[in-house]
């Protein structure tokens, strides 16, 4: 696998994992990993601009 696209992969477990977190009633840990996983979706899209 490429970086890129290990970093998506990452991306998107933490978002499915804070939504699986979210569903169970942690709440706050659902938003942490939630945010997390957007920050690293955010820094690979824009890491394609430079």
């Given at each position: 696998?490429?970086?890129?696209?290990?970093?998506?992969?990452?991306?998107?477990?933490?978002?499915?994992?804070?939504?699986?977190l979210?569903?169970?009633?942690?709440?706050a840990?659902?938003?942490?990993?939630?945010?997390g996983?957007?920050?690293?979706?955010?820094?690979?899209?824009?890491?394609?601009?430079?």
């Open positions: 696998m490429k970086p890129k696209q290990v970093l998506n992969f990452l991306g998107g477990m933490c978002l499915a994992i804070g939504v699986l979210a569903l169970g009633g942690s709440s840990w659902a938003l942490f990993v939630v945010a996983g957007l920050l690293i979706v955010i820094a690979q899209r824009s890491s394609k601009k430079w």
